[in-house]
């Protein structure tokens, strides 16, 4: 016991904080060091030694941390995000400011403005209906 405090208690009132803690998070990281409060409360029956059982935590939580961390950016690298844009290719729009491949115009698609650029060395003037051939970052390539 330190000070008449079981020591047990406070490791498990660690893991509570970092546990609440964790719920005002998005990231998946304070909930690390809640498993490695308790893994330490564990191992107060054989570790004395407060420094020690410091040294335990942090050791313990940053191993998980740091596991959890790679898997999860593992993860994220083969994550490919379905975002529908390709539904936007062989659309027809309507041109509200010039288009050409030097200057960027703006088409009107379906009620929404975007930002576009000519195939070809052509301009499209305001009012003519172009269609949609690709989507290179966040505009559209437009031809006749």
Same mark, same amino acid.
Do not use: H
């Given at each position: 016991? /330190?000070?008449?405090?079981?020591?047990?208690?406070?490791?498990?009132?660690?893991?509570?904080?970092?546990?609440?803690?964790?719920? =005002?998070?998005?990231?998946?990281? /304070? !909930?690390? =060091?809640?498993?490695?409060?308790?893994?330490?409360?564990?191992?107060?029956?054989?570790?004395? %030694? #407060?420094?020690?059982?410091?040294?335990?935590?942090?050791? @313990? @939580?940053?191993?998980?941390?740091? !596991?959890?961390?790679?898997?999860?950016?593992?993860?994220?690298? %083969?994550? !490919?995000?379905?975002?529908?844009?390709?539904? /936007?290719?062989?659309?027809?729009? !309507?041109?509200?400011?010039?288009? %050409?491949?030097?200057?960027?115009? #703006?088409?009107?698609?379906?009620?929404?403005?975007?930002?576009?650029? %000519?195939?070809?060395?052509?301009?499209?003037?305001?009012?003519?209906?172009?269609?949609?051939?690709?989507?290179?970052?966040?505009?559209?390539?437009?031809?006749?």
């Amino acid at each position: 016991m /330190l000070l008449g405090i079981n020591i047990k208690l406070v490791w498990l009132a660690v893991a509570v904080i970092f546990g609440i803690g964790e719920v =005002f998070t998005a990231g998946l990281t /304070l !909930i690390w =060091f809640s498993f490695g409060a308790l893994a330490t409360m564990f191992l107060t029956t054989y570790v004395e %030694s #407060i420094p020690m059982q410091v040294v335990i935590f942090g050791v @313990s @939580s940053s191993i998980m941390l740091f !596991i959890a961390t790679k898997l999860m950016v593992k993860k994220d690298e %083969s994550y !490919i995000s379905n975002t529908n844009i390709d539904a /936007l290719i062989g659309k027809y729009a !309507i041109v509200e400011k010039d288009v %050409s491949n030097i200057v960027y115009g #703006i088409v009107n698609l379906e009620g929404e403005k975007w930002t576009a650029v %000519s195939e070809k060395e052509v301009t499209y003037k305001k009012g003519e209906k172009v269609k949609v051939v690709r989507i290179d970052g966040v505009k559209l390539v437009v031809t006749k």
